[in-house]
């Protein structure tokens, strides 16, 4: 089981970020990384370019650092509020799971890009009442996100805050009278 040492060229989950060296299969090195571009050999000349690439992996970083400080800010005003329904016991039906979230947080913010797996969720949220959530953008940068839960209003309650309404602003007038 032979190793060789490259040099990558992007970030590869797996294996490392851009400009590192690492040691891989000589196999997967020679027929998948090396020829997609992936990596480079490591040898004198290909040495000599790291310098270029760790340059170009601190640019790049440094951009994405401030894009995710800049989506953090939007994010940690939003406020969203979701609606579950509930039994006469008060108990909620269902749960704000963190897709639900996501969601919603890219109807409010359409112009972010939101990574897949950014919101940070145990379980689905089945309590009313307000929530922190977190949304990690980078690995330095978390958002705090404020999610309330309240409870679906029946039409009962709906036809009775609209009669409250409709009676203050009856008073109101009267009283203006």
């Known amino acids: 089981m032979a190793n060789s040492e490259v040099i990558l060229t992007e970030n590869i ?3 490392g970020a851009e400009a590192d060296i690492v040691s891989v299969r000589r196999g997967y090195a020679r027929n998948f990384l090396i020829p997609k571009g992936k990596a480079l050999e490591v040898t004198p000349s290909s040495l000599r370019k790291i310098n270029h690439l760790k340059a170009k992996r ?42 639900d979230i996501t969601n919603k947080i890219l109807s409010e913010l359409p112009s972010i890009n939101l990574p897949k797996h950014a919101l940070i969720l145990e379980r689905s949220i089945k309590e009313m009442g307000d929530h922190k959530v977190e949304v ?17 209003k029946t039409d009962d309650e709906k036809q009775d805050s609209s009669t409250e309404s409709a009676s203050k602003k009856s008073r109101k007038k009267s009283s203006e009278s």
């Open 58 to 99: 601190a640019e790049r970083e440094a951009r994405e650092l401030s894009l995710a400080e800049e989506i953090a800010g939007k994010i940690s005003k939003l406020k969203l509020s979701f609606e579950l329904g509930t039994g006469e016991s008060g108990k909620a039906f269902g749960s704000v799971t963190a897709k």
């Open 136 to 152: 990690k953008l980078h690995p330095d940068v978390v958002a705090q996100l404020v999610i309330s839960v309240k409870p679906i």
């Open 13 to 15: 989950e797996s294996l």
